[in-house]
Every structure is written in C-alpha cells, then in structure tokens.
C-alpha cells in the first residue's frame, strides 16, 4: 500500500535546542497531518495541512511548533525550543482527501523524540 | 474531555476465540469511523471504516458494530489468530480533525 516515510525514526536532544522532523507523504496525496503519541497510548491530533497552511490545529500544537512543506519536499514539524514534555512518538500521516468521510489517513512508522 | 473511549484497556484471547472491542463518543457531529490496527514499532494503518448510515459493516473476521442512538461501537474479531495481536485504536471524524480513542491493546494466545 501507500507509504509514507519519516526522518529520522529516532532523535536525541537536548532541552531548549530546535529540532526537525521531516516526513515524505504519498506522492498524489492533498493533506498532512501531525500527531502525537506518549508511550504507546493514545494518538492526539496536532495540526493538518493543506496548500500551504494550516487547517486545524489542537491545544497541543503550541507557538513552539511549526509545519510547513517547502516547494513540495518534506513536510516538516519544527519545534523550537524544545521541552521535556516533548518527548514522544511523532506520526505523521497524508491523506488524498480530508473531512469528507471517505479519506484514508496513511501514517509513517513515527519518529521518536526523546528531549533530554 | 476525552471524545472517543475505548475499552477494555487490554485484552487477551485464546486463537479461535472472538475478541470484543468497544468504543463510544460524545460528539453528534461524528460521522465517519474508522479502526486502526497498530503493531509495535510501526504507525497505525486502517483496518476497517464504517459511517454513521451503515449499523454493521464486515469484511472478513472483522466486523464493526454501531449504534447511532447510544454514541456506541464495537469492533469483533472472530476466529482470533497470533497474528492479531496489537494495538487497535477506535476512531472518530465529523468533518475536522480525526479523533482517536485511548486503545486498546489485544493479546492472542495460541
């Protein structure tokens, strides 16, 4: 099926540093999400995006932290600076379509931040 | 506010058995459902997805139950094999973000 690859799949900061998590969606897909998951548990909504901007976006998508997909590339989540409370697992997922009920999210096998 | 529950927490089946989820929500608003299946290691990948016009939808040893009057849900795996063993996470959208429920991860013993 569709994959969608991230870089890297584990990263070690320190706390107060910038860090970049990039993602390489499905090639034809439309929309991009972030999401977040502590542990094994739950996945939280962060923040989607579509040409060029932001959609939607939770609590837990701070000022601290930026998306963006510069000229097509990867779609990046900056975070900057970055907390202990940041550490976690970081999906990124696409999808072809959004919010008609018929879109399939297609998820990467995350990127583990751990803030030290 | 927790949208989208999920129980049990855990569960744990013989092979051949069936394993029962469940998941409810709170918004009126949500009307698409998807389940993911998630292996350790690896992002959550669609399993099966039911609307909120349909109350059943299978495909093969997994069918998903819904009650539209209750807020609730059920995923059945039937004929439980090893190789179900995961994570599944109940679902939740209504024309915004995807919500996801807390997970509830099944064990099957051979």
């Known amino acids: 099926g569709p994959k969608v690859l991230q870089i890297p799949s584990h990263q070690i900061i320190d706390m107060g540093q910038m860090v970049t998590l990039n993602c390489d969606p499905v090639?034809?897909?439309?929309?991009f999400y972030w999401y977040k998951q502590i542990l094994g548990q739950q996945m939280e909504f962060l923040v989607n995006?579509?040409?060029?901007?932001?959609?939607?976006k939770s609590k837990l998508f701070k000022d601290q932290f930026s998306v963006e997909r510069p000229d097509g590339s990867y779609f990046t989540l900056k975070i900057q600076p970055t907390a202990l409370e940041d550490s976690a697992v970081y999906f990124c997922?696409?999808?072809?379509?959004?919010?008609?009920?018929?879109?399939?999210?297609?998820f990467g096998s995350g990127t583990r931040l751990t803030v030290l | 506010q927790q949208q989208v529950r999920q129980s049990p927490q855990s569960l744990t089946v013989w092979e051949g058995e069936t394993a029962i989820l469940n998941c409810s929500y709170e918004?009126?608003?949500?009307?698409?459902f998807p389940w993911y299946q998630q292996f350790p290691g690896e992002g959550p990948a669609l399993l099966i997805s039911?609307?909120?016009?349909?109350d059943k939808k299978e495909d093969g040893r997994f069918t998903i139950f819904f009650n539209k009057r209750e807020k609730k849900l059920s995923l059945h795996i039937t004929d439980s094999q090893p190789g179900d063993s995961a994570t599944y996470f109940c679902?939740?959208?209504?024309?915004?973000?995807?919500?996801f429920g807390t997970g509830t991860t099944v064990s099957v013993s051979p």
């Open positions: 090639s034809n897909h439309l929309y």
């Open positions: 039911i609307r909120s016009v349909s």
């Open positions: 679902a939740a959208q209504g024309g915004r973000a995807l919500i």
């Open positions: 918004d009126s608003t949500f009307n698409y």
């Open positions: 997922a696409s999808s072809f379509d959004w919010g008609t009920s018929a879109e399939t999210l297609y």
């Open positions: 995006f579509y040409n060029g901007k932001v959609m939607e």
